[in-house]
């Protein structure tokens, strides 16, 4: 299935508890942002990446990229690092 009603693998659910659950809603909400939001580098990938799931790709990109540009402001985590385990060699197999 292609076009703008194609829907999302899973509901994007915004913050006052709407979902977004076609492409097409997620247009509609991003042309309802206010024009300073909409021009956020974050909500011009997610709105090339809609363009481009409408024609056929997976919705998954196009939900990426508006969960990336919903979650814009939020700080980036810092992977956690494990410290790594070391091992001593006891005797040789000479």
Known sequence: MTGWRRPFDDPIILPNGRKLITLHDAATY??????????????QAAIEALMLVA???????????????????????????????SYRVIGSTS
């Open 55 to 85: 024609r056929g790709g997976p919705t998954m990109l196009a939900r990426i990229g508006v969960m990336r540009a919903l979650n814009r402001h939020e700080p980036a985590q810092q992977p956690r690092r494990k410290q790594a385990k």
């Open 30 to 43: 991003i042309t309802e942002l206010p024009k300073s939001e909409q021009d956020a580098l974050e909500w």
